[in-house]
Nanobody, 122 residues
Framework: EVQLVESGGGLVQTGGSLRLSCAAS?????????IGWFRQAPGKERAGISC????????LYADSVKGRFTMSTDNAKNTVYLEMNSLNPQATGVYYC??????????????WGNGTLVTVSS
């Protein structure tokens, strides 16, 4: 059984920072995997924010967050993080952690957490 549990969401002012965490169980960061973050803003479809692919060691970022968000993984703790800086109201939404084995980022994510809500006040 694979379980992903997000934490770290909350209310933050414009310009502030948050760090989200995704704790994985039943899933090891060994090889041929991808794990990342998605956001569903109010009234919008869920979209990829950041994702790490083990096959090439590449971390992908959506254009809207490049230079402001940083994703990292801690293999020993089976935990992935998303450091979010310079937040603005457009970053408001539910953030989901998602992972897959054997597929590339964003193409097919087999495992999903329940999400954590981030609200950025103006």
């Amino acid at each position: 059984e694979v379980q992903l549990v997000e934490s770290g969401g909350g209310l933050v002012q414009t310009g502030g920072s948050l760090r989200l965490s995704c704790a994985a169980s039943g899933f090891t960061f060994d090889d041929d995997y991808a794990i990342g973050w998605f956001r569903q803003a109010p009234g919008k479809e869920r979209a990829g924010i950041s994702c790490f692919e083990s096959n090439d060691g590449d971390t992908l970022y959506a254009d809207s967050v490049k230079g402001r968000f940083t994703m990292s993984t801690d293999n020993a703790k089976n935990t992935v993080y998303l450091e979010m800086n310079s937040l603005n109201p457009q970053a408001t939404g539910v953030y989901y952690c998602a992972a897959t084995r054997g597929f590339a980022c964003y193409s097919r994510m087999d495992h999903w957490g329940n999400g954590t809500l981030v609200t950025v006040s103006s």
